[in-house]
């Protein structure tokens, strides 16, 4: 494993006053080594909890990518127009200040300057990215009419947004290495299924609009078995995904609300009612599943803080 270089330095600092004190009495050798693991230990939990926050909300921007869409998408089926006018300016603000926060570091949203050079160059791609994907946001947030082919451009240009944030997420991941024991991944994936909730609206509606229907039928079916054998993974363990099992009565407690939302949401995608009823349904059903699945990401997060 590549140590965090604050890590390195103390066992550094440590290596020498070892060396130093070698002609010290015993009990006093010992009580100096006793300092030490101490402070790395400290750091160590500075870190573990850092990095759980970082693959947390680096996660929760490749659900952002999904739910702007979904927003854009229900405005165009007319439903709650006004509403998600707001909403999706409320998303779209919340990504662009937690990709800022990502890079430069935030202190109200817990985040350190990222130093890393190769994520730092993953997330200049995301930031490009998002630059051409916000000329499709902002346009609505003002009230732009959207119409087919505004909705083809953002089934079109969200993916690849999508697609290079959740490569960052997964170098996230990898430079936490084993500081979380084995959490980071655990942390990703239940991560993972926010977004999920909110891809399986955007395909459904994208359906409903005959937006590339055959190719979004078949992503919804896809993206329904992921977030089913996730759900699973994550209670039961699944070696394929590196997920462990979960033995934390709370949050064994919290994806079982999740999946009793779950059941019902994925039988009302099943159903395939694309009439305004049906739509509206999908509407209010993804919503409390993001939430409660939000709620079970941060205790992963808060699990992450005392490995």
Do not use: C
Not at 60 to 88: C, P, W
Not at 97 to 113: E, Q, W
Not at 221 to 247: C, H, M, N, V, Y
């Amino acid at each position: 494993m590549k140590l965090h270089p604050l890590i390195l330095k103390l066992f550094l600092i440590a290596s020498i006053l070892v060396v130093s004190t070698a002609s010290w009495a015993g009990d006093k050798t010992q009580q100096l080594q006793a300092k030490i693991n101490a402070l790395v230990a400290e750091e160590l939990g500075v870190i573990n909890r850092q990095m759980g926050v970082v693959i947390n909300l680096a996660g929760r921007q490749r659900m952002l990518t999904q739910k702007m869409s979904k927003e854009i998408l229900l405005i165009y089926h007319a439903i709650d127009v006004e509403k998600n006018r707001t909403n999706l300016a409320g998303s779209a603000l919340m990504f662009a200040k937690t990709l800022k926060g990502l890079i430069n570091g935030d202190k109200s949203l817990h985040l350190n300057p990222t130093h890393d050079k190769d994520i730092l160059e993953q997330m200049n791609v995301v930031s490009a990215l998002w630059l051409g994907f916000s000329k499709n946001v902002l346009p609505v947030i003002k009230g732009r009419k959207v119409d087919l082919p505004y909705i083809e451009r953002v089934a079109k240009e969200n993916l690849p947004l999508l697609r290079e944030m959740n490569k960052a997420v997964y170098m996230y991941e990898k430079a936490a290495g084993s500081d979380l024991n084995d959490l980071a991944a655990v942390v990703n994936l239940s991560g993972r299924q926010r977004m999920l909730t909110q891809k399986m609206a955007k395909e459904y509606l994208l359906i409903a609009a005959h937006v590339r229907e055959k190719e979004n039928r078949e992503n919804l079916e896809k993206t329904i078995a992921l977030f089913d054998r996730t759900l699973k993974g994550l209670r039961d363990g699944d070696p394929s995904q590196g997920l462990s099992k979960t033995t934390e009565p709370l949050v064994l407690k919290q994806l079982a609300v999740v999946d009793k939302l779950w059941q019902k949401y994925k039988l009302a995608l099943l159903s395939m009612d694309l009439s305004d009823a049906g739509l509206r349904k999908i509407a209010q059903m993804n919503m409390p599943l993001l939430k409660e699945m939000n709620a079970a990401v941060k205790m992963y997060e808060v699990l992450s803080d005392n490995g």
